[in-house]
């Protein structure tokens, strides 16, 4: 057992970490380390980091110096070893995929060391070939992102998704980057420029994140989620996708069964719409809706007009006459046999869309209709759907989140 407590290995761990950050270098700090605090859990290591934050360390802080932390802690980690997991378990699943990883990032460096004979013409469209398929990890990345962090937030630990999330990010960069600059390989001088300054980095980075992944992120997952959570991350895992690897017989069986058990129907409860994806309080329903940047109709199955959004600049309008209106009386005599024909062809199950786009005072407005059916492909009823997409039609170039920091 060993001899330091809990709280006070953390607390040490914490100090060891703000003096790297203060100006420590990594030889000391990690002399430090085996000598102060020895042997260590990834869960430890979460918790330290996730303190960290709670004190204020700023997460890009603390990603700036994310693979220092590793390599500090990797000869401790690397004695701690995971419990065997089944070949239907989510950890086993991104494991596998990382093995697979692992073996494009060597072919990729065998390549880029060019085989006797290898054209640079040749050599750079290999190179390009297997970066785009080296870019599939980012359905392990987006799995990761999107289903174990939020679980993870639920346990009161921010760091993955503060800390981690940003060096994917950067991982994507890097990647972005290795793609573009392959038609600046032309000549030997700068092939080896082009290996040493970005992809070597970019595959140096896509390995360390293997080793964060399965020292410190699995690990800490695996004692901190329970059965449950694991059960809808393999249900929610088909969403997204694997990468590289097939989905095992015995997981898609699962998943099958489990898709029978927990899909439920919607209800209200007390004032919330409970619904299978999630709940909308009464109060917040009407306020979601009309910011949509479409004006939207519904019409039961008998034809008749339920609903219709209130945003401030309806393209149509609407007044709340119209409810409990038969559709048909709606259109002028012009439109009734278009009207007759798309509801009837959704009806009978023969179409599920329409759309149409109009001038409109020199706005394009693009008009859609859906047939709305449940689960047995039942019909419902149909939603229109209105957008004027003029702005949209001018769009050029990108506009990424992050550009709004400047």
């Excluded at 802690?73 to 995929?97: D, W």
């Excluded at 921010?158 to 390989?185: C, F, Y």
């Excluded at 998943?255 to 409970?274: N, P, Y």
Aim: aromatic letters at 6%.
């Amino acid at each position: 057992m060993d001899t330091m407590s809990k709280e006070a290995k953390k607390s040490t761990l914490k100090d060891i970490i703000l003096k790297l950050h203060e100006g420590l270098s990594p030889q000391d700090a990690q002399q430090r380390f085996e000598k102060e605090v020895g042997k260590v859990s990834s869960s430890e290591i979460a918790e330290m980091e996730q303190s960290l934050i709670d004190d204020g360390l700023s997460p890009d802080e603390i990603k700036k110096f994310c693979n220092v932390h590793a390599l500090i802690f990797q000869a401790a980690l690397e004695k701690v070893t995971l419990e065997e997991t089944s070949p239907s378990h989510p950890v086993y699943l991104f494991k596998l995929e990382n093995r697979e990883i692992e073996k494009q990032v060597d072919a990729l460096k065998k390549m880029a060391e060019r085989p006797p004979g290898t054209s640079l013409p040749s050599l750079r469209d290999g190179l390009k070939e297997s970066l785009l398929k080296l870019r599939g990890i980012e359905t392990h990345y987006q799995r990761k992102e999107q289903l174990l962090f939020p679980f993870l937030e639920k346990q009161g630990f921010m760091g993955p998704s503060k800390v981690m999330w940003g060096k994917d990010n950067e991982i994507r960069g890097m990647m972005k980057t290795a793609i573009s600059r392959l038609d600046e390989i032309d000549s030997t001088g700068k092939l080896e420029q082009y290996k040493k300054e970005t992809l070597s980095p970019l595959l140096e980075e896509i390995n360390g994140m293997i080793f964060k992944e399965e020292n410190i992120l699995f690990p800490t997952s695996l004692e901190k989620l329970a059965p449950a959570d694991w059960v809808e991350i393999l249900r929610e895992s088909v969403d997204i996708g694997y990468v590289y690897i097939e989905q095992p017989a015995e997981t898609e069986e699962l998943v099958k069964h489990l898709e029978v058990s927990l899909v439920g129907d919607a209800c209200v409860r007390d004032d919330t719409i409970e619904l299978t994806s999630g709940s909308i309080r009464l109060g917040e329903l009407m306020p979601l809706l009309d910011p949509l940047p479409v004006d939207i109709t519904f019409v039961d199955k008998d034809d008749t007009v339920r609903y219709f959004s209130q945003g401030k600049d309806r393209i149509f309008s609407r007044t709340k006459s119209v409810i409990g209106r038969r559709v048909q009386n709606c259109h002028p005599p012009q439109s009734l046999e278009v009207v007759e024909k798309i509801l009837t062809s959704f009806k009978e199950g023969t179409e599920d869309s329409y759309d149409f786009w109009i001038n409109l005072q020199g706005r394009m407005i693009y008009i859609r209709y859906f047939a709305v059916r449940d689960s047995q492909r039942r019909y419902l009823g149909t939603l229109e759907v209105t957008q004027d997409i003029t702005g949209i039609q001018k769009l050029t170039g990108e506009k990424r989140l992050l550009d709004e920091r400047s």
